[in-house]
């Protein structure tokens, strides 16, 4: 088949996902355009992302991860701590991930990694492809083309349109709407277990260390920047629910007394003194689960639309990124002919499905091991996970294989290896030259981007 030059791409919403698909499809030469709901792209939801070396692996690729490294923290310890404060586990991210795969883990707020993803795209692309304040109500296909109406009134068509607007997904409705009648239809709404609730403080503790308090029911997480700490705090619900809660404000305050004598790493603090200097606030149910189906006809999913899991191991935007390189992989070969459409999508999800339940799993086991949901959870947690030697067994022989697994971009000219540990990566950068042809517009760090 000849390769199309009128393939384009409707890309609805503008989160991190979002964005690096922005970035990926511009840099293969693909047509698109982006819709966000939010009138900008400068929104603080007081939340902090955690960057992973295959991640920043990719970002390399587009040209990124020096942008990504200013604005970001490396993450060299992570700390278990019970209710009273004692210590029981010391985990070294060099030892583990860094020995592994080249690099520890990067902390960025999630304000500055939006801002940055956005700001880093050229002024004519920004001017002419992204769209803030198109909050899309509904979306069709036809047997070529599928197309999105926003609450506006505005309509965009394309040749095909990616879901990455999250667990509230317009998209994903519009494929389950058209499934019904299937044995793959998958539900409205994925199913939470817990609820989260976060705040932002001023710094207190160090800014390389990740704090977790485990206990019956309830656990923190904490990390900090140079100047913010992040504080994230799982609750247990009393039953489960596919409910979306809107929780208020009294809502927020009577699960923050819950948490109230809780440690703020070992400054000797307790929660209660940091939470009158909150300055962001939020509270959410934390759903978790995965579609049999992430795509139908002209409609594909990727990120949270299609599998969502709990933060508390810092894995779900980092698979969705996995998720923006395969898509824009296969693409590529439907752009250039070399493969049709179902066969193409259907190559996405048998390349990520996997490893995204697999990642769906391993999130729902670490919440539940730093919740304590039973005696199980618990005594892995304080008895066997803390022993350094096993969990550097365990990390070596189940989890690194795994990250060494991810995804490159195919059709990407190659950049220089800049992550290399003990474990090789299974997919290698691409030569100088890249397989493919794209006609991106192949700016290095920095080049010509926008600013605002």
Request: aromatic residues 8%.
């Amino acid at each position: 088949m000849p390769r199309d030059e009128s393939f384009s791409a409707l890309i609805v919403g503008g989160g991190p996902v979002g964005l690096t698909m922005a970035h990926a499809l511009s840099r293969v030469g693909i047509d698109f355009t982006l819709l966000e709901a939010n009138g900008s792209f400068d929104e603080d939801l007081g939340a902090a992302i955690g960057l992973f070396p295959n991640t920043l692996r990719v970002m390399s690729q587009l040209r990124l991860c020096e942008k990504l490294q200013s604005i970001g923290e490396p993450l060299h310890y992570k700390v278990h701590q019970t209710y009273d404060g004692k210590v029981y586990d010391r985990v070294s991210y060099d030892s583990l991930i860094k020995e592994n795969h080249g690099a520890v883990p990067l902390l960025c707020s999630r304000r500055e990694l939006i801002s940055t993803l956005y700001n880093a795209l050229p002024e004519n692309i920004v001017s002419s492809k992204i769209h803030t304040s198109k909050t899309v109500t509904s979306v069709t296909q036809t047997d070529t083309r599928a197309t999105a109406t926003c609450s506006d009134g505005t309509v965009y068509s394309a040749s095909i349109v990616i879901g990455a607007e999250g667990v509230h997904s317009v998209v994903r409705r519009s494929i389950q709407a058209s499934m019904r009648v299937s044995d793959n239809f998958d539900g409205d709404s994925f199913l939470a277990e817990y609820r989260l609730y976060w705040f932002t403080y001023p710094r207190v503790t160090e800014m390389d260390h990740c704090y977790e308090v485990h206990g019956k029911d309830l656990s923190t997480l904490m990390a900090s920047n140079q100047d913010i700490s992040f504080m994230f705090v799982y609750d247990r619900l009393p039953t489960p629910t596919r409910e979306h809660v809107r929780y208020t404000t009294q809502d927020i305050d009577e699960a923050a007394k819950r948490a109230a004598d809780l440690p703020i790493g070992t400054t000797g603090l307790k929660q209660s003194q940091v939470w009158d200097k909150r300055m962001k606030v939020g509270m959410t149910n934390a759903p978790e689960g995965i579609l049999r189906k992430w795509f139908h006809g002209w409609l594909v999913l990727v990120g949270d639309a299609a599998h969502v899991v709990t933060p508390t191991a810092g894995l779900g935007l980092n698979a969705g990124i996995q998720d923006v390189v395969a898509l824009t992989n296969e693409l590529c070969k439907i752009r250039d002919g070399r493969q049709d459409l179902e066969s193409g999508l259907q190559r996405y999800v048998d390349a990520r499905w996997e490893l995204a339940n697999q990642i769906k799993q391993a999130s729902a086991f670490e919440t539940r091991r730093a919740g304590w949901k039973n005696y199980i959870y618990q005594f892995l947690d304080r008895w066997v996970l803390s022993i350094p030697w096993v969990a550097t067994l365990l990390y070596n022989k189940l989890t690194a294989p795994k990250v060494a697994e991810c995804l490159v971009f195919e059709e990407l000219p190659g950049v220089k290896e800049r992550f290399k540990g003990r474990v090789k990566w299974v997919h290698p950068m691409p030569s100088p030259v890249a397989s493919g042809t794209a006609s991106g517009w192949g700016l290095q760090d920095g080049s010509a981007a926008h600013t605002r």
